[in-house]
């Protein structure tokens, strides 16, 4: 059986994406399940500060430079039943990922020997952060309640939904369509991603078939970071509105996690998070969020109002 693949983004740093994968792996990993942990920033890693390890020795730049197969470069961490590969890449131009390199890298990932693979992914809406977040079962998006990061989300899920739609048309010769439209917005009238895709169905049939099909299981899940107040907690349902009424998505808010002053602290000093835990709440509400994940659902307002 393949894995089942979870990637956590959302386009600005600093939201608190590495801890969440980090966290997300050991609730599951605690759980008895088998679970790979993979660093997909491409030149700026860290997630192994999270893990409480040394930068591995060997990462993914062996498997696009040496041809090291997945295998050898995938490292057990002091968790039981967690594994983890880093993604530093030390001497290649990490814009030069080539898209048939990536496509055998997420073969291999499928292949893991693994129960779920976490990618944590960098920050930014390049095309290997892009292609990552697309490649996975659940896409998983980290948010902080600020107008920046809202913005970033929003600008980053433009880029998703057009990299998609891009690549499904080129799959049959149509490549250049979404892209012209595009560059031509101003003269067919397209105000929007939105209006981009209803335009681009309205070609033909066939391609509304390809489209609608393709963008049918599209998912984002929402992760709020950082909450301090029940105004904070609402940034989430907010949020999941937007996308369903201006991307048409089908967006599921996931959860929370509270704000902790103490693990800001840690995290700017490497030594002082080695000995970090999270507090009882943070691990309950990453509890709530993997089982909301691991089942489908989603939070809604009676649990909020209930202090869950």
């Known amino acids: 059986m393949k894995s ?5 983004g959302g386009g600005k740093g600093g939201t608190g994406k590495s801890f969440v994968t980090s966290s997300i792996g050991m609730n599951l990993a605690q759980q008895g399940k088998r679970v790979t942990l993979i660093d997909a920033d491409l030149g700026g890693a860290n997630l192994h500060t999270f893990l409480r390890m040394k930068k591995p020795k060997h990462s993914l730049t062996d498997f696009f430079e040496s041809k090291t197969p997945l295998s050898d470069i995938i490292k057990n961490t002091d968790v039981p039943n967690l594994r983890f590969i880093t993604g530093d890449v030390r001497s290649l131009d990490t814009t030069g990922v080539k898209y048939a390199q990536k496509l055998k890298l997420y073969r ?6 693994s129960d779920y693979v976490l990618i944590d992914l960098g920050a930014g809406s390049n095309h290997d952060t892009i292609d ?9 998006a980290v948010i902080l309640p600020e107008e920046t990061s809202l913005d970033n989300l929003y600008l980053f899920i ?5 990299r998609k739609v891009n690549r499904l048309l080129g799959d049959y010769g149509l490549r250049d369509i979404a892209r012209k439209a595009w560059e ?3 003269r067919k009238e397209i105000r929007n991603i939105k ?9 033909s049939p066939e391609i509304r078939t390809l489209v609608e099909k393709s963008l049918a299981d599209f998912t984002l899940y929402i992760i709020v970071n950082q909450v301090k107040n029940e105004q904070h907690i609402e940034t989430g349902f907010a949020t999941k509105s937007i996308l369903q009424q201006y991307f048409e998505l089908d967006a599921k808010y996931l959860g929370y996690i509270r704000y902790n002053e103490f693990f800001w602290k840690f995290v700017k000093d490497t030594n002082s998070f080695k000995q970090f835990s999270p507090s009882v709440s943070t691990a309950l509400e990453i509890g709530s969020i993997v089982q909301n994940l691991m089942e489908n659902k989603q939070l809604n307002l009676s649990q ?5």
């Open 4 to 8: 089942e693949i979870w990637a956590i």
């Open 108 to 113: 291999h990932i499928r292949n893991i020997s």
């Open 132 to 140: 990552s977040f697309l490649v996975a079962d659940r896409m998983i």
């Open 158 to 162: 433009k880029k998703v939904l057009f």
């Open 184 to 186: 031509e917005r101003n």
């Open 195 to 203: 209006e981009l895709i209803l335009y681009v169905k309205n070609i």
């Open 304 to 308: 909020v109002h209930n202090g869950i």
